[in-house]
């Protein structure tokens, strides 16, 4: 059974950053790909980034270009997303998911359970 745990969630002003990890247990996931998902209030969910085990990087949406970046470490089964410059709209819960293949698909195989991230303005 393969478990992922957000943390690093919380509040921050506009123009502020966060850094969200997460922690994968269970099966070995480093043939796995991993990237991280939000979901705002009303909204549905959206995905983001993706790496997969070679460290090729995905960007999926461009309204987070040039401020997220995602990366992993196999050896420790964590992927990490880095996020600077981040806007109110950036206001969501932030899920990380793990995806069989070298592509993180838009229904991976495991989710965590997430993380809030408010930005204030």
């Known amino acids: 059974q393969v478990q992922l745990v957000e943390s690093g969630g919380g509040l921050v002003q506009a123009g502020g950053s966060l850094r969200l990890s997460c922690a994968s247990s269970?099966?070995?996931?480093?043939?796995?790909?991993m990237g991280w998902f939000r979901q705002a209030p009303g909204k549905e969910r959206e995905r983001l980034l993706g790496?997969?085990?070679?460290?090729?990087?995905?960007l999926y949406t461009n309204s987070v270009k040039d401020r997220f970046t995602i990366s992993r470490d196999n050896a420790k089964n964590t992927v990490v997303l880095q996020m600077n410059n981040l806007e109110p709209e950036d206001t969501a819960v932030y899920y990380c998911?793990?995806?069989?293949?070298?592509?993180?698909?838009?229904?991976?195989?495991?989710w965590g359970k997430g993380t809030l991230v408010t930005v204030s303005s």
């Open positions: 998911a793990a995806d069989r293949g070298t592509m993180l698909s838009s229904t991976p195989d495991y």
């Open positions: 269970g099966r070995i996931l480093a043939d796995y790909s």
């Open positions: 790496i997969n085990w070679m460290g090729s990087r995905t």
